[in-house]
Antibody, heavy 122, light 113 residues
Framework: QVQLQESGPGLVRPSQTLSLTCTVSGDSIGSGRYYWTWIRQPAGKGLEWIGR???????KYNPSLGGRVSISLDTPKNQFSLKLSSVTAADTAVYYC??????????????WGQGTLVTVSS | DIVMTQSPDSLAVSLGERATIDCKSSQSVLHSSNNKNYLAWYQQKPGQPPQVLIS???TRESGVPDRFSGSGSGTDFTLTIISLQAEDVAVYYC?????????FGQGTKVEIK
């Protein structure tokens, strides 16, 4: 049974870089069968896709984030990571990592990690 | 980006009654080459991540009770819970995956009347 677990600082200062890691168990991120994605959800609000990485290392990001995003793989550790630069209070959210079937440029998400709350505040 | 609009924003349904949630996309998510609708539904219970219920607009994921069903095509879709149970209290989201970036509806909160 595949499981994903987010980890990283819960508090980030404004203008700094948010860094999170997702550790995957029960599946290999190098298998080539899935995208590995990040999604966020501000408190009491809806869901926003941040971006995804494929086993080849190719990435795609949500243009709404204005080029502030970077997602990378660490295949030996079976982890993938998110970096979001120049954060503001608007980036405060629960951040989820999730797996998405690879068959098209986009997909549905299953399963999801439990999520980690990141607060941007001085 | 494709805008997904759900209605209603919230609804209260008696136990055992039917709950219906609509989802409208700003462009068709029907792929003409395979006649599939690139639309998923999720359930999110308080304090938990979303869980996919349905993909391809009408295909239930493994383990999802058959009281959940999805229908629709093109731009108009519906999630139906035919006999609401207490454990179905949650927020439900639709999501299109035909276009990138994938986008979600704003969510519909389902409560017990």
């Amino acid at each position: 049974q595949v499981q994903l677990q987010e980890s990283g600082p819960g508090l980030v200062r404004p203008s700094q870089t948010l860094s999170l890691t997702c550790t995957v168990s029960g599946d290999s991120i190098g298998s080539g069968r899935y995208y590995w994605t990040w999604i966020r959800q501000p408190a009491g609000k809806g869901l926003e896709w941040i971006g995804r990485v494929y086993s080849s290392g190719s990435t795609k990001y949500n243009p709404s984030l204005g080029g502030r995003v970077s997602i990378s793989l660490d295949t030996p550790k079976n982890q993938f990571s998110l970096k979001l630069s120049s954060v503001t209070a608007a980036d405060t959210a629960v951040y989820y990592c999730a797996r998405a079937p690879y068959f098209w440029s986009a997909s549905w998400f299953d399963p999801w990690g439990q999520g980690t709350l990141v607060t941007v505040s001085s | 980006d494709i805008v997904m609009t759900q209605s209603p924003d919230s609804l209260a349904v008696s136990l055992g009654e039917r709950a219906t949630i609509d989802c409208k996309s700003s462009q068709s998510v029907l792929h003409s080459s395979n006649n599939k609708n690139y639309l998923a539904w999720y359930q999110q219970k308080p304090g938990q991540p979303p869980q996919v219920l349905i993909s391809w607009a009408s295909t239930r994921e493994s383990g999802v009770p058959d009281r959940f069903s999805g229908s629709g095509s093109g731009t108009d879709f519906t999630l139906t819970i035919i006999s609401l149970q207490a454990e179905d209290v949650a927020v439900y989201y639709c999501q299109q995956y035909y276009y990138s970036p994938p986008t979600f509806g704003q969510g519909t909160k389902v409560e017990i009347k």
